[in-house]
């Protein structure tokens, strides 16, 4: 994948004719100074206006009618093919965009959910939100760079008509100016990469920033601790690199820009003292290397974006590398009728960034039946939570062997046994709507959730999506139950679900919410540190050090 291959992929025709369009801009604008040094040519080669030549057009004067008319439609033959290269373009690049972030969002949603908590947010949204526009926007500019380029080419051509020794003094500068310029913006470039590498800490930051702001909040120490040490040490960091990065890519740009007016103050102060060179061809000459200067610069400004660009799509690239596909099968179908899970020597461990094994959980064999439930306990760090993600099937196995009933979980059935699962973990999210089949005949039962789980004054539902979100801890909980009951699956699995719920509803969730799915007929798993309720379990998985220290089957 290059800067260019999303476009051109995605549209081809459109990009073929957005390249034209440049291309035939670019040779119209290299004809325009030529015109205009022809219609100031007279009989004896030389530069002057000739009164013959004039003839009145709305009460205006114009030397040269015929020469000026064709100047006129190459200038509106400039405008039509420029614009309608960079409006093709630029529709293009906004198709490109949303395809490739919807891409990344397929990429995320099919990725491991322990490779996504490997990755960090902080590294998947700063990817999404700034690399992508980036790209977007280095190949915006191919019109610009193409039009320049063979702007530059016309130029040079004509000038290798006019007089060859200025022509090839004028491509041999260009030549070494090019050569020169890359050795300014490839240090530029290291200390751009090295600024957005940097970017990925300061996303983490400001994420801690917003979601910590509760625990900073209290302590003035950890406060300033946090600003100083961390947000200001991260932004500083950004900023140091970016101002060198920038500063030496300004100096390259402005060193590009001179480059040809060297050769012009060479060919008109020296270069015509050795060579034999009429006024009105020197004169011609230095036309048109004012006249290339705008090419050379427009080229040179544009490698920094491009190579911002490039930048961003070597993070594309890795991330997308680094975002492995899980290998399951997208059909799902239903699967047969079920009593219990069975985990038979099952062992899953977390692999570090560098792909060596760190905590890991097994073998565990044990089972989960319907019409039960089951409690997971231990102390912190003992297992808990990665065992229940084994259980909801959120991690794959690393070995062992889990059915849902007969069915074996495996790539072909994954997805199938992932959908008797609801799940609420203690870093849940919550939607502000309603996901899935529509929810218009659960109306009354959703009120029916609201009353029970006194909501019913805090959120409404209207057309399948909440009226707000905006809701204490406690509530929050309760309005991801109701979506947990709405989708009505065969297991629930709730990770310290009542942690942040008032005794009262403590009380409701262990002893008659938990009953209620038992008696339906549900497979319930709570983690919980509770042990006033450890009375309600049929089940109790004690974990340690990522062993079952008690099973009581």
Known sequence: MNLFSEFSSRAPNKVFISILCGVFSGVA?????????SSLENEQGGLEYSSESLQTFFGFEVQNYYIASVFLLVCLFILIT?????????????????????????????????????????????????????????????????????????????????????????????FLGIITYQIPVLLGAKYIRRAREHIDVLQESI??????????????????????????????????????????????????????????????????????ISQAELITVIMMLLYITGPVAEIINLIPEVLQAKISLQKVER???????????????????????RFKDVCFSHETTHGSDSFGIGPLTFSVEKGKITFIVGGNGSGKTTLSKLISLHYRKSSGSIFFGEVEVDNNTLNSCRNEVSAIYSDYHLFDRLLGESNQSKQALIQ???????????????????????????????????????????????????????????????????????????????????????DIADKLLIMEDGLLKSNDD
């Open 448 to 534: 029916q959730y609201l009353c029970e789980l006194c909501l019913e004054e805090k959120v409404t539902v209207e057309n399948g999506q909440f009226s707000t979100t905006s809701l204490s801890d406690g509530q929050r909980r309760r309005l991801a139950l109701l979506v947990a009951f709405l989708e009505d699956k065969s297991l629930y699995v709730f990770d310290e679900w009542a942690a942040d719920q008032d005794p009262e509803f403590k009380q409701i969730f262990y002893y008659r919410i938990l009953p209620d799915l038992k008696a339906q007929g549900k497979a319930v798993v709570v983690i919980s540190h509770d042990d006033r309720y450890f």
């Open 29 to 37: 604008y290299s004809l325009l100074i030529p015109l205009v040094i």
């Open 207 to 276: 994420r801690s920033l917003i979601y910590g702001a509760k625990e900073l909040k209290i302590s003035t120490d950890k406060r300033e601790s946090f600003y100083s040490d961390v947000l200001v040490q991260n932004e500083h960091a950004v900023l140091k690199s970016e101002k060198l990065g920038n500063s030496i890519m300004s100096a390259a740009t402005s060193y590009g820009d001179l480059i040809s007016f060297f050769v012009i103050g060479f060919v008109a102060f020296v270069f015509a003292n050795y060579n034999s």
């Open 319 to 341: 991330l997308s590398g680094e975002l492995s596909t899980e290998e399951a099968t997208e059909q799902v179908f239903q699967i047969p009728s079920w009593e219990q899970i």
């Open 82 to 174: 420029r614009t309608a290269s960079q409006i093709i373009l630029l529709r293009v690049s906004m198709d490109v965009t949303t395809k490739l972030r919807l891409s990344l969002y397929k990429r995320i949603m099919k990725a491991p959910i322990s490779k996504l908590e490997s990755l960090g947010s902080s590294r998947l949204i700063a990817t999404i939100a700034t690399d992508v526009g980036r790209i977007v926007d280095g190949a915006r500019v191919l019109p610009e760079l193409i039009m320049s380029v063979t702007t530059l080419v016309s130029l040079l051509m004509t000038l290798f008509i006019v007089d060859k020794n200025v022509f090839w003094l004028v491509f041999k500068t260009i």
